[in-house]
């Protein structure tokens, strides 16, 4: 089905976002969990509408028979010509199954005693079916690539950066913002132990400036 490629290609591109913004966002653990949060939603949302605008590309074409794609009918024609050669084996072949080209093995011993009539009719239905569907894969395939390019390309582009200020912005005026701007425990502390190294490395400067000022001065 449709909808399964679908789904799994957006499974593969949120698994490949995902790996990318924990890789980005590593140093900062809790601006990592509102963009993986993030991230996520708007992977759904996207992934929902995707499924949706596929189903409704599938109806469409169970609605509508059309195309005015030449290859129609070229492949139609090809078909077609093959109508003769299935008249005839099922007058004088006693075979159940032949092989015809375009349409592989197919069996023939139930179109015994029909009317010639019915049996290109048929047949003529059979090609246009045939030959229809092949278009309606292709556009569906090149509908369905355009369309996740199409919502990819967003998604990179315009859409993750508002997810995620608007996680970061939250339904508390902000505060969210704050707090991952706050120092964690560990790297107030670790800013705490720096001050004081660097005040001990003055007070030794200073010292040390000290005594060779006093070095000096007993040299004269």
């Given amino acids: 089905m ?13 698994s490949v976002v995902i790996a990318i913004l924990k890789r980005h966002s590593e140093d900062y653990p809790q601006l990592k969990l509102a963009t993986t949060r993030a991230a996520k939603s708007l992977i759904s949302k996207m992934k929902e509408q995707s499924m949706n605008r596929v189903l409704e590309i599938v109806q469409m074409e169970k609605l509508t028979d059309y195309t005015c794609n030449p290859d129609y009918m070229s492949e139609w024609g090809k078909l077609l010509s093959q109508q003769q050669k299935l008249m005839e084996d099922v007058r004088n072949c006693y075979y159940s199954s032949i092989t015809i080209e375009g349409w592989g093995t197919i069996k023939i011993e139930h179109l015994r005693g029909k009317s010639e009539t019915i049996l290109q009719q048929a047949f003529d239905l059979k090609t246009r079916m045939k030959a229809y569907w092949k278009v309606v894969l292709r556009r569906l395939l090149d509908t369905m690539a355009l369309l996740l390019k199409f919502n990819v390309h967003n998604l990179v582009t315009k859409e993750m950066d508002r997810e995620i200020f608007m996680e970061l912005l939250g339904a508390d005026g902000g505060k969210s913002i704050e707090r991952i701007l706050e120092e964690s425990p560990g790297i107030a502390g670790k800013r705490e132990r720096l ?8 007070e030794s400067k200073e010292v040390v400036a000290q005594m060779m000022d006093k070095v000096a001065s007993y040299g004269d």
Avoid: H
């Fill in 2 to 14: 449709p909808t399964d490629c679908v789904e799994q290609t957006w499974d593969y591109i949120e």
């Fill in 195 to 202: 001050k004081s190294s660097i005040g001990l490395l003055r």
